[in-house]
Structures are given as structure tokens and as C-alpha cells.
């Protein structure tokens, strides 16, 4: 017993130095960039902690302060440097050499934990999503609307014979988003195995709930913490529940693909073809969970925060939008297909203000189909790694190893550009493209310095197109079919809720389904 008292007591003796090791480091930095905040230790402690709820509010604070210059915030995991979009172009422009997404895309999600090292040496599933699954995108859309259908009827319909079911639309959400996904991931066996379903969402949500902590301990323990608590609390629920369903399909996958006489449309198969020789079933598995997580927990997020606006709207607004929904369709002859989807312009609209009130993702990086591209909320945009000194050309410059992040605030809440920012208008983007020649400049998927939540320039998000495409099959599903309405009692949106510089919808929430008569 006192053998165990004396290592405990020297253990946290070696980690409270450390922490103030890692503390008076992170503390002082060059180059003069002002500091939000209190000065001193407990300035920095006290307003890293109030960024993990408040990050909007000290945002808003430093650029009062500093008057719309480039300035830094301390977070639990060291400072982000706000840049402006005077800096845009520069960012856009810059090699990695200079600013590196990939970099940061790593730090954000503590790959090398969470996932493993080796598909950050050698990340061709990046290449996978950008040219093989975008060019499928077309031919995936018969696949995922008769899985769409099929789950969000199995979703949302009430599990007691009553005509309406209170649904948490969140939860709901996830999984759906996950079987759709996954019957052009997989096929149809691993999408319609609820085992398998379960796992592969649990794990996505394993990964941003371990991210933070292991971003804000310092890196020579971050093995320690990675062994200890991911591996005990976090990986039953992870990556190793989800292996026991992937890697044995991929095993019998690349057995039967030696004999198959054409290869399968799904992102297995683009995968498989891509690995570089020798690399396992396990090594598949694992690339293909990580667009997993990508598909899962952005569209989640948009699918709902897209569902607690419509309920919002006039019933008036919801049958116009379901009026262009039914002309799409028949229009192609009651199938869907590309042109079809790009005559909903209603449904796409309301997806693309989603992306500019309340955006996708976290200022201190998450992913987008764990690519290099980081797409954050209502704060920051084109979050990198400053490889080297960079002059902000006013005196003061970011020091090397630095994060940085652009002001997305600042471009799409400017009325300059989006007239009545702070209003969420469904039909904003749908109004502008009946004007214009070039209809595609104001769709969902189109990027442009005017809107940042895919990223921007040759890092933006390449599974954008995809998720284009399942959210508004899902969208246009659900209102064709059902109608929804807020709690009895209830008339306000559900809550947004920040953590750690990102905005969510509120999980727990509910909405009341009813299905239409045919």
C-alpha cells in the first residue's frame, strides 16, 4: 500500500509539472498577435474554460477589442489564431508548406488515437471520395432512395398503432443517415444489419466526444490517455465493436471479388481498388469507417437542423415546397435522378442556410468526410497549421505550429452580402438563383468566398456532392410523406447548443410525425 502511495504521489508530482511545463509554454508565443482575455495564468485558464461554452461570446469580445484585427483566444489545447477576411484569398492560395490542413485536420481529431497513423502516411481514401465516389454520385441515387424510403418509414412511423409518434429527431437522424449511407458503402447486407448500425453510429459519436480531451493533454501523455480511458470506456463502444461486423465482411468481400464477373458500385469497391498491395482487411475497415464518420455525423447535424426550421414555416411554405418536390418528380417520371433533385431548389435552399446560420462543424477542427478540409459553425472557416512564420503585414506575424482560422462570421453574416443576416430564411438562396443565368452559383453544394462551411479552394469537401444528394432525397421523402409539427405546448425552435466552439442541435429533442394519407 505504501509502495502504491509513493507512485501515485510521485506520478502526479511528474504530471502537475508537466501541466506547468505545457502551461508557461503555451502561455507566451512571438510575433506580438494581441491575446483575448485576462493577461496572466489565470486569465488564460479562466478564458479557455469559458471557450468550451462561450466560444461565440469571446469571439465577439476579441473583435470588438481589437477592432477587426487578427487576434488570438487560449484554449485548453493551446491558442487559434482569427484572421479576418482580408485573409481569405491568402489562405485559399497558400501551399501546405505555409498553411497545412491536413495538419489540422489531425490535431482536431486526434487521428492518430482515435483512428490509427497509418491512413494519415498514406490517406488515399481522400483521393477515393474526391474522384471515384463524386463521379458515382449520379448512379448511387435509385440506391439510396429506395433505402431512404424504407428507413425513414421504419423511422418514423409510430411503434404503437397510434397515427402520430413522437420522434427524437437527432437519434432518429443518426441512423438513418447511417443505413442510407452504408447501402452504398457496403451494400445491403452490412446496411440492414441493425447490429451493425448501432456500432457504426456509436462509433462516430465516440470520436468528438474523445477528440477534446485528448487535444487538451499534453502530447507526451496523450498515449496514456488514448490507452487508458479510449480503450476502456470509449472502444467497446468504438472501433473495436465496429470491426467485429466490417473487417469479416471485407475478408469475404476480397475473397468473392476474385471471382466476380463486374465490380460493385459502392465505396468498398473504390476502396479495395485504390489500396496500395498488401494492405489488409482491417486497414479497408478502417479507412472506410472513417468516411463513415464523416457521412454520419455531418449529415446528421444538417438533417436536423434543416427539420427544426421547416416546422418552423407556414404551411402555405411547406406545400409550395412540396409542390416543386412532386413537378421534380414527375417531371422525370416519378423516378429520381440528377435532374431531378436539381429542380428541388426549395429543399436545396434550405439546406445551403442551414451551412451559412449555423454551419457544420468546430473551431478548433472536425472533419467532413476526414479529408483535409475543416468546416466549422458561425465562428471560423479554413482552419490550418501555420508551418512557418507567417507577417500579417501590420507589425505582428503567427508563429510556427500555430492553428488558425478564418472570421466565417464575418462573410456570412454581412449584410453586404446576405441581406437580414441574423434571420434564418429558408427560401433565401432559391429567390436569388430565379434571377440568375448561372443557376448553379447559389446551389448547396457550390463554394464560393461568400460561403465557407465545404471549405474553400483545392482542400474544400469532396463528399459535399454526396451529401447533397441523401439529404435532399431524405428531405423530400419525409415532407411528401409526413407531416410534423413541435410538442404539444411547445412553439419555439429547439435549442443550438455550443461546445468547444461548435454549434449542434439539440439532441434530446423532440418532433411529432404523422404520416400523410396516400
Known amino acids: 500500500m505504501l509502495e502504491f502511495a509513493v507512485q501515485l504521489t510521485t506520478a502526479s508530482a511528474l504530471a502537475l509539472g508537466l501541466f506547468y511545463l505545457y502551461l508557461a509554454r503555451a502561455l507566451t508565443y512571438p510575433g506580438g498577435v494581441p491575446r483575448v482575455g485576462p493577461p496572466g495564468v489565470r486569465g488564460y485558464i479562466t478564458t479557455a474554460l469559458r471557450y468550451v461554452l462561450h466560444a461565440a461570446d469571446i469571439l465577439r469580445e476579441g473583435k470588438s477589442q481589437f477592432d477587426g484585427r487578427p487576434f488570438a483566444i487560449p484554449t485548453l489545447s493551446g491558442y487559434i489564431f482569427y484572421l479576418g477576411p482580408e485573409y481569405l484569398e491568402r489562405i485559399r492560395t497558400s501551399t501546405d508548406d505555409m498553411f497545412n490542413a491536413q495538419l489540422s485536420m489531425e490535431e482536431g481529431l486526434q487521428l492518430k488515437h482515435t483512428m490509427n497513423a497509418a491512413q494519415m502516411q498514406n490517406p488515399y481514401q481522400a483521393a477515393v471520395a474526391r474522384t471515384d465516389v463524386t463521379r458515382a454520385v449520379p448512379s448511387f441515387i435509385p440506391e439510396v432512395a429506395e433505402e431512404a424510403a424504407l428507413t425513414l418509414d421504419h423511422a418514423l412511423h ?39 448500425i448501432h456500432a457504426i453510429v456509436r462509433f462516430a459519436e465516440t470520436i468528438p466526444v474523445m477528440a477534446p480531451p485528448l487535444r487538451w493533454t499534453p502530447r507526451m501523455l496523450r498515449p496514456l490517455g488514448q490507452g ?112 431531378a433533385l436539381q429542380k428541388c431548389r426549395q429543399i436545396d435552399s434550405m439546406l445551403k442556410e442551414v451551412g451559412r446560420v449555423y454551419g457544420l462543424m468546430f473551431s478548433e477542427p472536425l472533419i467532413l468526410w476526414t479529408v483535409v478540409v475543416v468546416i466549422m459553425p458561425r465562428l471560423a472557416a479554413l482552419g490550418r497549421v501555420a508551418m512557418q512564420g507567417v ?39 432559391s429567390r436569388l ?47 411528401l410523406n409526413y407531416d410534423f409539427a413541435l410538442p404539444p405546448g411547445q412553439t419555439e425552435r429547439p435549442k443550438t447548443f455550443e461546445m468547444n466552439g461548435g454549434i449542434v442541435p439539440d439532441p434530446k429533442a423532440h418532433l411529432i410525425f404523422t404520416r400523410r394519407a396516400a
Open 228 to 339: 487508458g480511458i479510449f480503450h476502456t470506456v470509449a472502444d467497446p463502444r468504438g472501433k473495436r465493436e465496429a470491426y467485429r461486423y466490417i473487417v469479416p465482411y471485407m475478408q469475404e468481400f476480397l475473397k468473392k471479388r476474385e471471382t466476380m464477373e463486374h465490380d460493385q458500385n459502392t465505396f468498398a469497391e473504390f476502396m479495395t481498388k485504390a489500396a496500395p498491395p498488401g494492405e489488409t482487411a482491417k486497414g479497408l475497415a478502417m479507412r472506410l469507417m472513417n468516411l463513415n464518420f464523416g457521412a454520419i455525423h455531418t449529415s446528421t447535424i444538417f438533417i436536423t437542423q434543416a427539420l427544426y426550421e421547416l416546422v418552423l414555416l407556414p404551411k402555405a411554405d411547406i406545400e409550395g415546397i412540396r409542390a416543386e418536390i412532386r413537378y421534380a418528380l414527375e417531371s422525370e417520371g416519378g423516378e429520381w435522378n440528377k435532374a
Open 158 to 196: 409510430s411503434q404503437d398503432g397510434k397515427a402520430s409518434a413522437s420522434v427524437p429527431v437527432f437519434e432518429a437522424m443518426a441512423h438513418a443517415v447511417a443505413r442510407i449511407s452504408n447501402r452504398v458503402i457496403f451494400g445491403v447486407e452490412l446496411c440492414r444489419n441493425e447490429g451493425f
Open 391 to 429: 507577417d500579417l503585414g501590420d507589425g505582428t506575424s503567427i508563429p510556427p505550429g500555430m492553428i488558425i482560422g478564418m472570421d466565417i462570421q464575418a462573410i456570412h453574416f454581412d449584410p453586404k452580402i446576405y441581406p437580414d443576416p441574423e434571420r434564418f430564411d429558408a427560401f433565401r438562396f
Open 433 to 479: 438563383r430565379e434571377n440568375q443565368a448561372v443557376d448553379t452559383k447559389y446551389g448547396f453544394s457550390t463554394i464560393n468566398a461568400e460561403y465557407l462551411p465545404f471549405g474553400m479552394g483545392r482542400h474544400a469537401c469532396p463528399g459535399r456532392f454526396f451529401a447533397a444528394m441523401e439529404l435532399k432525397i431524405m428531405l423530400a421523402h419525409i415532407l
